[in-house]
């Protein structure tokens, strides 16, 4: 989810992609960690490469490298 200053962790979000009713941001935090989310198309207006969001998940899947 997005969310407003105080919740979550600071993203800067590096690509945007609409998926029909979904939403995909690649992104990276302050310490160059990637950062993928996806959630619902409402509340994402006006993301786009560059901007700085703040993420917090309802829930998450932590993948290897």
């Given at each position: 989810?997005?969310?407003?200053?105080?919740?979550?962790?600071e993203?800067?979000?590096?690509?945007?992609?609409?998926?029909g009713?979904?939403?995909?941001?690649?992104?990276?935090?302050?310490?160059?960690a990637?950062?993928?989310?996806a959630f619902?198309?409402?509340?994402?207006?006006?993301?786009?490469?560059?901007?700085?969001i703040?993420?917090?998940?309802?829930?998450?899947?932590?993948?290897?490298l």
């Open positions: 989810r997005v969310h407003a200053a105080g919740e979550g962790f993203v800067t979000v590096d690509r945007v992609v609409l998926q009713p979904v939403v995909r941001v690649e992104g990276h935090a302050a310490s160059g990637a950062i993928d989310a619902a198309r409402e509340g994402a207006e006006g993301l786009k490469s560059g901007s700085q703040r993420l917090a998940a309802r829930s998450a899947h932590v993948f290897p």
